[in-house]
């Protein structure tokens, strides 16, 4: 849904040496995702002010309102499953007047303290190692209907995007690399107005 990761956006704002980046110890086995991120949202160190205007340089998609809109009239419900933080995820929503159902992880923000990020528990979809499992969250689509999509661009992005057919899977970034290594197909995508179109040209879930 954004143009820029905010974790990413961190790391450039304060930036660890490549020895001692929580990210490359994931990337590398050698922590959870949680873990990872945990630690990078720890290093944050600046006013709230400072902080919001980093959410905003996301670059949240600006044709998503309308897309959701456009989605929503043929059927679609938008639910958002991320191993990132609700705290700028439900601000960067709202900014856009948006309301989704989220899946994330909880977190608090304190000047000195920075973004402490919270396992949650007591989610339905819990996992230690990315906090929210997406797979348990597809599953649970799948569930309560025959035609689920999917759309992600990361590495805790790969299984549950395995579970929808390939018509109705949409990546980008790292998981279409992926994909595309393993031989799967999917929908490629740029930003929500490419995946609107591409998912209602398929007939819908009514």
Known sequence: ??????????????????????????????????????????????????????????????????????????GWEVVVASAGCEWYLLRLLKGAGLKFTVHANPGDFSPAGGLHLRLPEHSRFFTRTTGIDKVAVVRDALAHSAEVAFAG????????????????????????????????????????TQLTNRLLDTPSPC
């Open 1 to 74: 849904m954004t143009k820029h990761d905010f974790y990413d956006l961190v790391r450039r704002q304060w930036p660890l040496p490549p020895n001692d980046d929580p990210w490359e110890n994931y990337v590398a086995g050698r922590c959870t995702h949680f873990e990872a991120l945990a630690a990078i949202f720890g290093r944050i160190r600046c006013e709230e002010a400072t902080l919001l205007a980093l959410v905003g340089r996301m670059e949240l998609d600006p044709a998503l309102p309308d897309s959701a809109r456009r989605i929503g009239a043929a």
């Open 153 to 192: 661009d990361g590495r805790p992005d790969l299984a549950a995007a395995l579970l929808v057919p390939a018509a109705r899977r949409f990546a980008r970034g790292w998981l279409a690399g992926e994909l595309r290594a393993r031989g799967e197909g999917f929908q490629p995508f740029e930003n929500w």
